[in-house]
């Protein structure tokens, strides 16, 4: 049994939730899978896994802390065994529409995955841009006054509230689907 370790910082609790449903698809895979939020709970040794998956959330550009923290510490290490990492964020699904969308999705792919891999002398099996959470309820007065502007525009592309001042953005399809794709790459 692939015995994989899922390490993630989040803000809000998507990432969190990712996580978990990266988890459940790769039990579904036969994998033995611990999940652990940075920020709670510090990691020693990744030398018992087969599989490290590293996730963050993505708040104004930006790689929580702890997760980048320990792809920094852990470079060596992660580097001799199979590494797939992900991100959070609302660049995911950009509001915008044709080319701009999709150059918007690229460069959140280029930004928060492959040069953070790259900082870290990383060549991950595989990266994930996953759609987040607006959670206007859990933002910060200046950061909710910031972003208000955006409720339109995500009512507009069609999501809609899934409890009062709260937008999925994520596609659970397509995160199940990375992680089949994850334990298929990993049993190579």
Do not use: C
């Amino acid at each position: 049994m692939v015995k994989a370790l899922i390490i993630y910082g989040t803000r809000n609790g998507a990432t969190a939730d990712t996580s978990e449903l990266i988890a459940e698809s790769l039990r579904q895979e036969g994998f033995e899978v611990k999940v652990i939020n940075a920020k709670n709970e510090k990691i020693q040794s990744v030398d018992e896994y087969e599989l490290v998956i590293v996730g963050s959330g993505i708040q104004m550009g930006r790689w929580t802390n702890e997760s980048e923290k320990y792809l920094e510490n852990f470079q060596q290490e992660l580097s001799q065994r199979k590494l797939a990492i992900f991100v959070s964020s609302g660049a995911a699904h950009p509001l915008s529409e044709g080319e701009e969308k999709t150059r918007e999705i690229q460069d959140a792919r280029t930004n928060y995955l492959e040069q953070k891999a790259a900082k870290y002398n990383q060549k991950p099996i595989a990266l994930g841009l996953f759609g987040g959470v607006y959670d206007f309820n859990k933002m910060s007065w200046i950061l909710r006054r910031t972003m208000s502007s955006l409720k339109p525009q995500l009512e507009e592309a069609g999501l809609k509230e899934t409890e009062p001042g709260r937008y999925d953005t994520r596609d659970f399809d397509a995160i199940h689907s990375w992680a089949k794709k994850v334990a298929q790459l990993t049993s190579i």
